[in-house]
């Protein structure tokens, strides 16, 4: 059927009157209220739903677009995507911000405190899943037919409390008011198998045939969500998968009379997609996290094929018309899925299938910390997925087979390759699986793959020369610095026009205007009404008053010993006994402020917490630093309280253990909102170094190199703890109770890993260059024109960190979808 135009309710998205009468329609049809008794979440929902029109009209324009155009079709496929508030960014991105915030302010209303009013969508732990929801950002504003699905997660990350300066984690109920934003689609809904067994079959032509039978399963509904591009003109669709009970299982019950025990295995069933593990850095190998990630891979393929199938193509086409990213391994067992399909569903030959499954799959790989490299035992695999486990078993064998004739006589090698693990248990390795069935695996950052082809997957790179490529993580510059940061986006616009929000290296011409005093007293009027908002914030929220004046020296990411928080308080500690003794004259009053989630389970984490929040305390009450110094602990770090926080940035901690952060994409997020780095030659920070030049950026501490070979001379951690007197009494202060008097030995566990288990990440080698170069930050501060020239830099040469500079080089080098 076709829809004449003219019966769309708004048909000009800049005809104010015709927005009013959209959103009053809303809120009365949609919503049922009646406008004299609304409360301002109905007229958020109405906003919403009004948007969410607006949207769908182009989505449905840019699919038809994608249609015609025949376009190879990319799928994000990710356990997380950490979108956040959707109101602010969808506005901006279709160009309606000032539209509706007239339309809001006729009926009284605030549009910046009603999109407050949203619940975030943080369906994501940290960077992995944040840099999904980037990408979507800059596949869509780039008009890539390109496609998330992921897991429409009951529960995403958790919300922290912080009671008696420790973490409490509560469950966090996004869908409590429902999501404006998503379509449900009882219609689209998938069977996804569990459990069962193989019998193999005779076939006609005499060939082997597997049928996987007698399973449990489970049904797959989706959830649509409209990806806006910037410009309007291009809606993508992020689509999650929700469980739901399958019939037949409940029919069983029924029948034999058991109406509980069937609605209790509804229950059951629908669990699945209840709830986000809230660990991104230690694998914990339980079944349901198994099962999660079987069940999204199995309804994408499933729904992929079948648009796929649509023009009735042949098999061998998949590769020219669809590519798989699969991010980090989570989603790997996609690669033995495909096989399975092709293989069991439609006879398709083996050699042909796995040809087919290798050009349609990349990897990319997230971390080097072998804690967080999954592995899942045989035996639960077996229980669950027997089938897979099978064709895992078959994919190993050929690929042993041709690793045993390429490399003669080398059994180390066969070992240290197999997909399975025969040491420990016997466990399947997920990342050998996902690098031996795609075409390409990228890391996400130059030294992140670098060492990722000499350590980790070393025995890959060569078996694999040209399979490892290099792709360095991006920001959407959209949300990041134009919706986050209005004041610089001002500023920026009207000194180099508007063309920077889509072509982000635009920003090099702000350059040149770093050398103009006028420029400079902007700039520094942005940052610092950035800097007084964030005080206000802090005031209202917490009720602690910081001095806008001082510098904000900031640390905002997941709590982890590699990231090296301790070693952020070690200088703060180190700064208060100098402050102390009286050695102020040479130190610019500071707020250092933390903010970050500890995985629940990661007591050391959670340990480091709690000493922020105990050393805040205590330097907050001590009178004879007040004005000097004073630490934050801001609860609850999430996407929204990100975009609070990075405008106000002036210090940019990154500064974690040599080799261990694969990129980081908070070091570009404040770079490009006018921060300066202080930070260790790891993950981008290097790549952050080369492009800001490394005059406008503080680099400290040992690399990975160093690291690696001072660890195979024996690291002694004493020896830095009786070398440096500073350091000595700030471990001390810590391990006798200076900062827990009312228990003296709570951190304990953080002292015998630094002084006593050999110090994994490398705190205390780093300690004294770190110190030393905290002392050149203050140095510079107080030459504020020149610290303001670097951070005008920074901005200016911050462009190449654009997302959407990363998905070009997705698309050209791993897609083959050029642009
Ligand atoms: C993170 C990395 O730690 C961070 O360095 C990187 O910038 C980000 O991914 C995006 O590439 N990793 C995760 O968030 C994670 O969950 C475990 O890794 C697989």
Redesign the pocket.
């Given at each position: 059927m076709t829809v004449p135009e003219d019966i769309y309710e708004i048909t000009n998205p800049k005809d104010i009157s015709s927005l009013k009468r959209a959103l009053v329609n809303r809120l009365i049809y949609s919503i049922g209220k009646d406008p004299v008794e609304t409360q301002e979440r109905d007229w958020f929902f109405a906003l919403a739903y009004v948007v969410r029109d607006l949207l769908t009209l182009r989505w449905m324009e840019s699919m038809r677009r994608y249609y015609l155009q025949d376009a190879k079709r990319v799928y994000y496929l990710s356990m997380e995507f950490l979108i956040g508030r959707a109101l602010g960014n969808s506005l901006l991105n279709i160009g309606c911000y000032d539209e509706f915030k007239l339309v809001l302010e006729d009926v009284g209303l605030d549009l910046e405190e009603l999109a407050e009013t949203e619940e975030e969508a943080a369906l994501g732990?940290?960077?992995?899943?944040r840099?999904a929801a980037c990408y979507l950002d800059s596949l869509a504003t780039l008009r890539l037919p390109g496609f998330g699905y992921g897991i429409h997660y009951d529960y995403g990350m958790f919300s922290q409390r912080i009671e008696d300066g420790y973490q409490i984690e509560h469950p966090e109920n996004w869908l409590r008011y429902g999501n404006p934003w998503e379509f449900p689609r009882p219609d689209v809904l998938y069977r996804v198998q569990f459990r069962g067994h193989v019998v193999e079959c005779p076939n006609a032509d005499g060939k082997r045939r597997y049928r996987w039978i007698d399973t449990e399963d489970v049904m797959a509904m989706a959830y649509d969500i409209p990806v806006p591009g910037y410009g309007g003109e291009t809606v993508n669709n992020l689509r999650l998968w929700a469980a739901k009970a399958s019939r037949d299982f409940e029919l069983k019950y029924f029948n034999e009379g058991n109406y509980i025990k069937a609605v209790e295995e509804k229950t059951q069933s629908e669990n699945l997609s209840k709830v986000l593990y809230p660990d991104?850095?230690t694998q914990m190998g339980r079944e349901l996290r198994l099962k999660q990630e079987y069940f999204f891979v199995s309804a994408s393929l499933q729904d992929i094929l079948k648009k796929f199938r649509i023009d009735q193509r042949d098999f061998s086409d998949l590769p020219q018309e669809v590519a798989i990213q699969l991010n980090?391994t989570h989603p790997s067992v996609a690669i033995p899925e495909l096989m399975r399909i092709l293989l069991d569903e439609h006879q398709v030959p083996w050699d042909d299938a796995w040809a087919i499954t290798v050009r349609t799959f990349s990897y990319t790989n997230?971390?080097l910390l072998p804690e967080?490299l999954e592995v899942w035992s045989v035996r639960l695999f077996e229980e669950l997925l027997p089938r897979h486990l099978q064709i895992i078993y078959e994919i190993n064998h050929r690929f042993l087979t041709e690793v045993g004739e390429r490399f003669p006589g080398d059994m180390g090698l066969i070992q240290r390759v197999s997909i399975i693990d025969e040491e420990r248990g016997k466990r399947v390795r997920m990342a050998h699986l996902a690098i031996i069935g795609s075409h390409k695996v990228n890391g996400?950052a130059a030294l992140h793959t670098r060492l990722m082809r000499t350590t980790i997957f070393r025995d890959f790179a060569r078996i694999f020369p040209d399979r490892f490529v290099s792709i360095t993580?991006g920001i959407t510059p959209r949300r990041w610095l134009n919706q986050a940061n209005r004041g610089l986006a001002k500023l920026i616009t009207e000194t180099i026009g508007p063309g920077w929000v889509t072509d982000l290296e635009r920003l090099r011409q702000l350059a040149a205007m770093a050398d103009e005093a006028e420029f400079r007293a902007r700039f520094r009027a942005v940052k610092s009404a950035n800097k007084q908002h964030l005080a206000s914030l802090i005031a209202k929220r917490l009720n602690i008053g910081i001095d806008p004046a001082s510098l904000f020296d900031v640390q905002i990411k997941r709590m982890h010993e590699y990231k090296r928080q301790l070693l952020n308080l070690l200088h703060v500690i180190t700064r208060y006994n100098r402050l102390r003794a009286g050695l102020s004259q040479d130190m610019v009053p500071r707020t250092v402020i933390f903010g970050g989630k500890a995985a629940p389970g990661y007591h050391a984490a959670k340990l480091v917490i709690k000493l922020i929040n105990d050393v805040s305390k205590v330097i907050g009450r001590d009178s004879t630093v007040a004005g000097l110094l004073k630490v934050v602990f801001v609860p609850d770090y999430n996407v929204s309280r990100a975009m609070e926080i990075m405008p106000a940035v002036e210090l940019s901690e990154q500064i974690s253990t040599a080799g261990m952060?694969?990129?980081?994409?908070g070091n570009m997020k404040m770079a490009v909102n006018g921060a300066i780095t202080i930070g260790t030659l790891d993950?981008a920070n290097i790549e952050i170094r080369e492009k800001v030049g490394e005059k406008n950026i503080f680099i400290f501490g040992h690399t990975a190199e160093q690291l690696d070979e001072m660890r195979r001379g024996g690291y002694d951690a004493w020896r830095f703890y009786y070398d440096n007197e500073e350091l000595k009494l700030a471990l001390d202060m810590i391990s006798t109770g200076y900062f827990s008097p009312d228990e003296q030995d709570r951190f304990k566990p953080l002292i015998d890993s630094l002084l006593r288990e050999g110090d994994r990440f490398a705190i205390l080698a780093d300690y004294e260059s770190y110190i030393a170069c905290q002392e050149e930050v203050d140095r510079l501060y107080l030459d504020s024109e020149t610290w303001t020239r670097k951070a005008i830099l920074n901005v200016a040469h911050s462009g190449w960190f654009s997302s959407d500079r990363a998905v070009r080089e997705y698309a050209e080098r791993i897609w083959n979808t050029p642009i």
């Open positions: 732990n940290g960077g992995l899943g840099l991104d850095t980090d997230h971390t967080a996400v993580n952060e694969a990129s980081g994409t993950g």
